[in-house]
């Protein structure tokens, strides 16, 4: 067997071994993602509890370092022109890569929103209790204007 020919077939072995583990990482990064289930469906009580159940269900957890690895042993592949066909790796890496920021795009926007709703809640609270004391000093003042009425119809 000639150099060249040994060097060709370790080289394809090699070229075999990167798609391999670029597909590989791939599949981990995708398994990380969140189910639909639990960005979905929630059993919170309250906003607040359905806004941090949802910011917990949206962790990619170690997809992002999956991701990482496919790109860099896809780049190296692509250097090294030891990929045949590699059209549909670019296509997985580029639509993982989109949904690993979209999903921690609307994690940051959750979470932000659930930080905001106990001054929200608070807000209300007190808004709601002002008016119903601008409706019991209503009226007790009506009752008062009313009992003014009434003795000044009786001492006629």
């Known amino acids: 067997m000639s150099q060249s020919t040994f060097d060709d ?10 798609r391999e583990d670029v597909e590989e990482h791939l599949a981990a990064a995708r398994a990380e993602l969140p189910p639909v289930d639990a960005v979905w469906e929630t059993d919170a009580d ?6 941090n159940a949802l910011r917990s269900a949206l962790d990619v957890g170690d997809a992002a370092d ?20 590699a059209d549909d790796l670019e296509a997985e890496i580029e639509t993982l890569d989109s ?20 001054s929200l809640k608070g ?16 009226e007790a003042e009506a ?6 009425g009434a003795e000044e119809v009786e001492a006629e």
């Open 46 to 51: 309250n906003t607040l509890g359905a806004l």
């Open 143 to 148: 009752d008062a204007a009313d009992d003014d």
């Open 123 to 138: 807000a209300l609270e007190d808004l709601h209790a002002a008016d119903e004391e601008d409706g019991t000093e209503d």
């Open 99 to 118: 949904a690993i920021d979209d999903i921690k795009n609307a994690r940051e926007q959750v979470g932000e929103l659930a930080s905001t709703i106990p």
């Open 66 to 85: 999956h991701l990482h690895d496919a790109k860099k042993w896809y780049a190296m592949g692509e250097r090294a022109d030891a990929f045949e066909d």
């Open 9 to 18: 077939e370790l080289f394809g072995e090699a070229a075999n071994e990167m």
